[in-house]
Each structure stands twice: as structure tokens, then as C-alpha cells.
């Protein structure tokens, strides 16, 4: 599995990003696809996960109403629109993918529990 993240940059706060994931060389239908992202001395953590079953979608409490996920599984693409961008929000953004038939009906969006990572795309927010 290949995972390639996109679309960081520096925004000012208030502003909008859209970050990309773009997956191949899947072997199975059950799995999660989500966001993470680690900031300057603190631990990673899990942003936004979406099921590969049902599309159930788990949020972050500190993004709830500012961020969405979505995928393309035609383009085997996962988005994370971010909207509303404040400072707390600037990290370095993984996506991860977990495998298997529970968390493709259940996503943890636990870092802990992922089985591919993507390279990380920086996100700042500061004026």
C-alpha cells in the first residue's frame, strides 16, 4: 500500500486548505482511511477517519464543523477539506490507512492502530 499526502501550505488563520491522499495497492475491501497530524512537541493524533464499508466518518472534537472528509474511490482519493484554519491547527498531516473488517465497518482513528502511513505535508496557520 502506497499512500501520497498533497495540498499543505501557509494560510492565514480564518483560511481554508484542502489536503489530498491519493492510495494504491490495495489487496483488500475492509479498511479505514483517515487524517492525522503530530504539531511541534506533541503526540500525533487522529484529525478525521472515514470506513471503507459504509462511509461511517469519526471527527476530532477540536475540528468538528471546520473540517470534512471525503474520498473519490474512483480517483482512490481522500480529501480533507479544512475551513475556518486557526494556529492550534498547524501540524505536520498524515493519512494512514488500518486494515481490517472491523474498522472498515468501525475506523478507531487511533495512530496507534494504523498499518501505512503517508509522508507528512506541513499545515501552517499564522498571519
Known amino acids: 500500500v502506497q499512500l501520497q499526502a498533497s495540498g499543505g501550505g501557509l494560510v492565514q488563520p480564518g483560511g481554508s486548505l484542502r489536503l489530498s491522499c491519493a492510495a494504491s495497492?490495495?489487496?483488500?475491501?475492509?479498511?479505514?482511511i483517515g487524517w492525522f497530524r503530530q504539531a511541534p512537541g506533541k503526540e500525533r493524533e487522529g484529525v478525521s477517519c472515514?470506513?471503507?464499508?459504509?462511509?461511517?466518518?469519526l471527527y476530532a472534537h477540536s475540528v468538528k464543523g471546520r473540517f470534512t472528509i471525503s474520498r473519490d474511490n474512483a480517483k482512490n482519493t481522500v480529501y480533507l477539506q479544512m475551513n475556518s484554519l486557526k494556529p492550534e491547527d498547524t501540524a505536520v498531516y498524515y493519512c494512514?490507512?488500518?486494515?481490517?473488517?472491523?474498522?472498515?465497518?468501525?475506523?478507531?482513528?487511533?495512530?496507534?492502530?494504523?498499518?501505512?502511513w503517508s509522508q507528512g505535508t506541513q499545515v501552517t496557520v499564522s498571519s
Open positions: 494512514a490507512v488500518e486494515t481490517s473488517k472491523y474498522y472498515s465497518k468501525y475506523p478507531s482513528c487511533d495512530p496507534q492502530s494504523q498499518n501505512f
Open positions: 495497492g490495495f489487496t483488500s475491501d475492509y479498511y479505514a
Open positions: 472515514i470506513s471503507s464499508s459504509d462511509g461511517r466518518i
